[in-house]
DNA sequence: ATGAAGATCCGG
DNA sequence: CGGATCTTCATT
């Protein structure tokens, strides 16, 4: 059992075993399945913050993500990557879009498609909650703010890489999502992107010291 | 073949 | 601020 400390207050009991697996202690931990991820790409990245991502041996509180849509944004793969459009015509909603971002970091990404159109929401920032230790292996020995503050970070706390694209993780043994809470959720614009700055796409969690910048 | 662009991070 | 360093895609 972990006690998240959010601003200060002693909040949320969260469960939280050795093994990493967030299971039953009393709170029933509400696994995130397919039908969550059947909307628009907007309204999964608003609800998912304060979910918790499970991924083999850490976890962490979804604290940041950005939206991006199939259609009509500039900013997205889709627009300019045929690629990426096969990706969303062939892959399940939930699945991984995980790719390099200047030769340099991965980012991850969960396919969502929605009636209102399919598109991508990408995880930029987490509040650690298991496997700090191995996260700062990763990483190196830092303030646990920083370990998951940016979407690039994430990824090498956690040990996504390319292996993980175009993978099922949301029934997974050792990864998902599961249902959590949150302080409220700020909506801003997109963050370092070229185009289409002007979308408040960007959400996080208010006031929460572990998101980016 | 070659080049440009890109949803980032870190260090000087 | 600049560099790192790789993939995808379009152009030659």
């Known amino acids: 059992m972990v006690v998240l400390r959010v601003m200060g207050f002693f909040l949320l009991p969260w469960p939280c075993s050795q093994e990493w697996r967030p299971r039953g202690s009393g709170i029933p931990m509400e696994r995130l399945t397919a039908p969550f991820f059947e909307r628009h790409p907007v309204t999964c990245s608003r609800e998912l913050i304060g979910c918790l991502f499970q991924w083999k041996g850490c976890s962490g509180r979804i604290v940041e993500t950005e ?7 500039p900013a997205c793969h ?7 459009r096969r990706f969303v015509e062939e892959h399940a909603v939930g699945t991984a879009y995980v790719y390099l971002n200047y030769g340099v970091h991965w980012l991850f990404n969960i396919l969502v498609k929605g009636p ?9 920032a987490l509040e650690p909650v298991c496997g700090i230790e191995t996260m700062m292996e990763r990483r190196g020995r830092m303030d646990p703010r920083h370990l998951c503050s940016g979407p690039g970070k ?8 390319g292996a993980n694209h175009g993978t099922a993780f949301l029934d997974g043994p050792e990864t998902g999502i599961f249902r959590g809470s949150n302080l409220g959720v700020v909506e801003g614009e ?12 960007r ?11």
Do not use: C, Q
């Open 67 to 73: 939206a991006y849509t199939a259609e009509g944004d």
């Open 78 to 84: 889709t627009f300019f990557r045929p690629g990426a």
């Open 116 to 124: 209102g159109g399919a598109g991508f929401v990408l995880f930029r």
């Open 154 to 161: 994430l990824t090498k706390s956690l040990g996504i890489t």
């Open 190 to 201: 997109r963050i370092g992107i070229s185009r289409a700055r002007e979308l408040p796409w």
């Open 203 to 213: 959400f996080h969690e208010r006031g929460n010291a572990h998101v980016s910048r």
